[in-house]
């Protein structure tokens, strides 16, 4: 009987530290702040609870590190970052991962020089235009960059002794592109939010009536000629149009049900780097529908109206043009 008591003992013992051999790591944590300022060094740290050790490895931009403890410098290139921490047992049977965003304030930016006549303060073919660096130390070590390449100035160019303005004497076509400024102070690499000097064309125009006539279907185009890739997007400034309303990328279709009811529909023009680069809006009138001849067989009835009633004021939808 005693035999068999510590048997059982040993069995059970024997399947506790089974279990306790195979468990997964528990409560992964990664600690550390919620935002970071580019150029200023964050350090993170994972902490779990294993059976017996706990390795650890950090995940950051398809790239990894072993420890505990991570250190974080961003360039400010990007504004999310995700920091993943994956912990295993010792025997390397079980992992188990968490994730933290982390988000990225960049405190240096490209901005038009406030220093110039109102004229100026937009880029055009032409026009003198300058470009300041903004937020950076006038001491540190910067450099200009077009598109991400280091810039090359010609003769309409000038930079001031402390590399802070960038001065054109007068712009053309070949100056559009994407402006930066590359900080070095020390080790420590900041790349400033970009400006984008946009010089090319855009023509927009919004076809459809001036005039909707309540109970009839109406439809507005929006139309966008670019000197580069461009998208549209309709903004309804004045409300949420009552009726029957569609939007089918850079058309809508509108059946009005009030009249008197005033409607703005505006075309805003994008690009992906220059952000808003030209919008047009239609003010829209809705009046009572116009009697029409029928046909001697027709029957008659009166137009169906669906009635949408919504408490968005502010509708955005995109198309490629």
Not at 183 to 211: E, M
Not at 224 to 241: N, R
């Amino acid at each position: 009987m005693q035999l068999t008591m510590y048997i059982n003992v040993l069995l059970t013992i024997a399947g506790l530290v089974q279990v306790v051999t195979a468990s997964k790591p528990q409560l992964v944590k990664i600690s550390g702040p919620d935002e970071v300022v580019a150029g200023v060094s964050a350090l993170y740290e994972c902490s779990a609870i294993c059976s017996r050790t706990c390795y650890y490895t950090w995940n950051v931009k398809d790239k990894s590190f072993p420890g505990s403890k991570f250190t974080l410098t961003e360039n400010g290139v990007d504004k999310f970052i995700s920091l993943a921490c994956t912990v295993t047992d010792e025997d390397h049977k079980h992992f188990v991962s968490e994730i933290r965003s982390v988000t990225v304030i960049n405190p240096v930016s490209v901005k038009p020089s406030t220093n110039q006549s109102v004229l100026n303060q937009q880029p055009k073919v032409g026009r003198s235009f300058r470009l300041t660096c903004d937020g950076a130390s006038p001491l540190v070590t910067k450099t200009w960059l077009k598109d991400g390449a280091p810039l090359t100035l010609d003769s309409r160019m000038r930079l001031s002794t402390d590399n802070m303005t960038l001065s054109f004497s007068i712009l053309e076509d070949s100056d559009s592109g994407r402006y930066q400024v590359k900080v070095l102070n020390g080790s420590v690499v900041v790349i400033s939010k970009a400006y984008w000097v946009y010089l090319g064309f855009v023509i927009i125009s919004i076809t459809g009536p001036n005039r909707a006539e309540v109970g009839m279907r109406n439809e507005y185009t929006c139309d966008a000629q670019c000197g580069m890739d461009c998208t549209v997007q309709w903004a309804l400034h004045a409300g949420f149009p009552s009726g029957r309303f569609i939007a089918e990328g850079p058309k809508i279709l509108w059946t009005p049900s009030d009249i008197g009811q005033t409607q703005v529909f505006t075309c805003i023009v994008l690009n992906a780097g220059a952000g808003n680069i030209g919008q047009v809006s239609k003010i829209v009138t809705v009046v009572e529908a116009q009697p029409r001849p029928m046909p001697s067989n027709a029957v008659l009835a009166k137009p169906s109206i669906a009635v949408v009633s919504s408490a968005t004021l502010l509708i955005l939808v995109s198309a490629c043009v």
